[in-house]
């Protein structure tokens, strides 16, 4: 299943926000939970980069 780099940005975006949020929670409320959710929020950010990578690709090439 191909996905657009629209959508699939917009899914980056929102895992970006979750690091961020729970980071955050981490490191200033030493929050272990919330540690854990953020690297899970990394994992799938970088689960979504090569995706993203080979749409841009195949996109640039349709323009």
């Not at 961020?20 to 899970?40: I, L």
């Amino acid at each position: 299943m191909d996905k657009s780099t629209v959508s699939l940005f917009n899914q980056m975006k929102e895992e970006w926000e979750k690091l961020e949020e729970n980071h955050e929670d981490f490191d200033q409320k030493d929050n272990k939970a919330a540690g854990r959710r953020a690297r899970k929020a990394a994992n799938n950010l970088k689960k979504l980069l090569t995706p993203y990578k080979k749409a841009s690709v195949d996109e640039a090439k349709e323009i």
